[in-house]
């Protein structure tokens, strides 16, 4: 699996400015359903009730939200760089300024897990969040992701 499979430039965004995880996950979420053509609040309420299974926010910055969407055939991925770190309630209690969604169909389940662990892997990389972070715009973030 390589992330440009689930991961478009046109869902990378850089230098969001957010203000919560609340927010994090909505602009996610709009983000989303715009590119699958499905409805934003349906993507917000599947992310929110995972997160309220336990949070998404892994530690170092970084929150791999996701959830398992009915209306679409494929996986989708948005990666969102925020200009200021977050609270996000990470296991390491530490704000979140990276967050990489994943969001997949029922039927793919096993993928999902796959998609999610190949995330978790890469995003462990130290001097790839730094690139990340440093990043200057969607394309820049969305080249640094995939390479």
């Known amino acids: 699996m390589e992330l440009k499979d689930v991961l478009t430039v046109d869902c990378t965004r850089s230098a969001v400015h957010c203000s919560s995880k609340k927010r994090a996950l909505e602009i996610i979420s709009q983000v989303a359903a715009d590119k699958l053509g499905i409805n934003a609040q349906q993507l917000f309420e599947c992310m929110l009730s995972r997160e309220k299974l336990g949070t998404t926010g892994i530690g170092s910055g ?10 679409s055939d494929h996986a989708i991925g948005v990666l969102l760089q925020c200009a200021e770190p977050i609270e996000f309630d990470a296991i390491d209690k530490r704000p979140v300024d990276l967050l990489f969604a994943l969001l997949v169909p029922d039927e793919q389940c096993k993928y999902h897990l796959q998609t999610l662990s190949a995330i978790a892997e890469k995003l462990n990389d130290k001097q790839l969040c730094r690139q990340l972070r440093n990043a200057d715009s ?6 640094i992701m995939t390479q």
């Open 62 to 71: 970084i929150a791999i939200p996701h959830g398992r969407i009915t209306d």
């Open 138 to 143: 969607d394309q820049e973030l969305y080249n």
